[in-house]
């Protein structure tokens, strides 16, 4: 170990508004390139997605780095599990079905495998797990549709997850086959193209008031910059969420 002197710290500000310049900057331009239409992320809270499109802000302090991690550890896997992928990529590629844009993270044998990370420090049990990740599986669910496949695959980096009887945390991947029958697949596939409709025609009308509410967590005065545009009923101004639906 080497034997330090005192040392002289101080925290450099500039650098931190630098680097936050930058990390945003080059999210944005990942999301410039995005082709102009419906995406399939667009149909996982429909309003957000309008209000995006109508109102576009920049990203969030928090948002940035939330976002900068993600997209960096995408961008590794999927360099990783096809090597023969741009280096720069972070997805599978765009593609287009039913009128809806899609990018799976990854597509091995023709099924998609979509990724994510998490920084809760347990697993959910069993039990509850398509409750507690539920917009994971309804982000797989939506490119099973487009893939016209019923099986895809979850997975999913958890980055901070606990040793057992200890405060020490590490990065460690769960991953989940996932598997619809004919019958979900179709109820899945309505419940798809209405959401599609129903974005399609409040962007062309320009109200949003027809489409359903975003998930409470997403919503409020801090959680959400539209929120005074948006009004969304029951909830605007009402600040007591135990009193919201949806």
């Given at each position: 170990m080497?034997?330090?002197?005192?040392?002289?710290?101080?925290?450099?500000?500039?650098?931190?508004v630098l680097l936050l310049q930058k990390a945003r900057a080059w999210l944005e331009e990942g999301d410039r390139l995005r082709e102009p239409g419906i995406h399939a992320s667009d149909l996982l809270d429909p309003r957000l997605a309008y209000w995006q499109w109508a109102d576009p802000k920049p990203l969030s302090e928090r948002k940035v780095w939330l976002f900068l991690i993600g997209r960096v550890l995408h961008g590794f896997v999927v360099q990783a599990m096809d090597p023969e992928q741009e280096k720069t990529a972070t997805d599978s590629g765009a593609h287009e079905e039913l009128g809806i844009l899609y990018s799976p993270d990854i597509m091995r044998s023709g099924r998609p495998i979509e990724l994510k990370t998490s920084r809760i420090y347990e697993v959910p049990p069993d039990e509850v797990l398509q409750e507690e990740w539920r917009i994971y599986f309804e982000q797989l669910s939506t490119y099973l549709i487009l893939t016209n496949r019923l099986t895809g695959y979850l997975w999913v980096l958890l980055i901070n997850l606990r040793e057992e009887g200890t405060r020490r945390t590490f990065p460690e991947p769960r991953c989940y086959r996932v598997e619809l029958t004919r019958a979900q697949f179709h109820q899945i596939e309505d419940v798809v193209v209405r959401t599609r409709d129903l974005l399609i025609q409040a962007k062309a009308e320009r109200d949003h008031r027809s489409l359903p509410l975003c998930r409470s967590w997403l919503c409020g005065p801090q959680q959400c910059v539209f929120w005074n545009a948006c009004r969304p009923e029951g909830r605007w101004p009402q600040e007591d969420k135990r009193r919201w639906t949806a």
């Open positions: 080497i034997q330090l002197p005192p040392l002289s710290i101080t925290r450099d500000e500039r650098q931190e």
